[in-house]
């Protein structure tokens, strides 16, 4: 998740991943200043104030990192830089080769685009973006906050084909209505999990054990994580849309998800197998709400908000087809690797293009 990482435009009511911020004590409550111990940067989100949350798979934590970026821009302007990769490692002193970007979020008050890179040699490290050029956000001598989440699994835990659980332990995360969510893995017999953490932290952290219905394989599932989420208001109800591997989308009722549950998501649509959606989020324009979500070997995809809420339904059998449930146009837009919401109408994303360069982009979501 992977990311990431995605705002949605709050509505009255709706736990919304709002931009409505403006800087306090409060956000900042619990706050110290030291290095915080990050191992990795699994995923990246923004909080109140300039907070940036980043989930710490291999730690098994989640941090709040007081990036004093809290200044409202009064005009966001669009970024676009071909070999965004090269960029990042000339900034480092090294070559493309040498760097993986693991997230990317865009700060929605400042509008800098921060990006999550881990060195060849595994040092995690986060660059900002700011008038087109990239800066080292410092990691050492912060103002944070840190939680230790509990029941995640063990660092030599293996799943049935020998991968490591751990790195699952935290998949996606986003931040609305003073907390944050997270979904991932536990060490509990149904490891799919989704947690909710007040912020600032303290010692509460609520979780629940996920089921769905995979209908390309055909049986329930709970043990597969989330890969990405977002929230959004559902026939007047707060849903949790989430996508997993092999692309079935899923929606939660957000009043089901009580601390210690299990609960059954409904499946809406199967969106094709063979692949991992990357980032999902919404967007409005011309006066329509709608869905994207980027995938890791399907071109990016949109879904009408209505189409979701006019599917009353669930996948509860075996699809005898690719795709199935609610309806999704397919975008031309290939290997888009990160993406996250820009303001209303546009996102940023990171693309490889056909000629192999990789890029950043800002575009009109309705274009994608």
Do not use: W
Request: glycine share 8%; hydrophobic share 35%.
């Amino acid at each position: 998740m992977k990311k990431n990482y995605f705002i949605l435009t709050a509505t009255i009511g709706v736990i919304g991943l709002t931009a409505a911020m403006s800087r306090s004590d409060n956000a900042l409550t619990g706050f110290a200043i030291g290095t915080p111990a990050i191992k990795t940067v699994s995923s990246l989100t923004f909080g109140p104030e300039g907070v940036l949350f980043i989930g710490d798979s291999q730690g098994g934590t989640v941090f709040a990192i007081d990036t004093k970026d809290s200044k409202r821009s009064s005009k966001a302007q669009a970024a676009d830089i071909q070999n965004i990769d090269q960029k990042i490692a000339a900034s480092l002193g090294t070559t493309s080769d040498k760097v993986t970007i693991t997230d990317m979020a865009v700060n929605p008050l400042s509008k800098k685009i921060y990006f999550a890179v881990q060195n060849s040699d595994g040092t995690p490290l986060i660059l900002r973006l700011e008038n087109g050029e990239l800066q080292s956000v410092p990691l050492k001598n912060v103002s944070y906050s840190s939680l230790a989440l509990n029941n995640v699994p063990a660092e030599d835990a293996k799943d049935q084909r020998g991968r490591s659980m751990r790195v699952a332990a935290i998949s996606d995360i986003a931040y609305g209505d003073g907390k944050l969510m997270l979904s991932g893995i536990s060490n509990q017999e149904f490891a799919s999990t989704f947690r909710i953490i007040p912020f600032p932290f303290n010692t509460k952290q609520e979780s629940s054990s996920l089921e769905i219905y995979h209908a390309a394989h055909g049986r329930f599932e709970t043990n597969a994580p989330i890969r990405t989420f977002t929230t959004t208001m559902i026939n007047g109800k707060n849903h949790l849309v989430a996508s997993y591997t092999c692309t079935p989308l899923v929606v939660f009722a957000l009043d089901d998800l009580k601390p210690g549950t299990h609960v059954k998501g409904r499946t809406v649509a199967e969106m094709g197998n063979g692949n991992t959606p990357v980032d999902i989020l919404t967007l409005s324009g011309d006066g329509e709400k709608y869905l994207l979500m980027a995938n890791s070997s399907r071109p990016a995809t949109k879904l009408k908000h209505k189409d979701i809420e006019s599917f009353q339904g669930s996948l509860t059998e075996k699809a005898t087809s690719t795709y199935a449930g609610v309806p999704f146009e397919v975008s031309t837009r290939k290997n888009v690797t990160q993406m996250d919401k820009f303001d209303d109408n546009r996102v940023v994303l990171i693309q490889k293009s056909t000629s192999g360069s990789i890029d950043l982009l800002t575009i009109n979501g309705k274009d994608l």
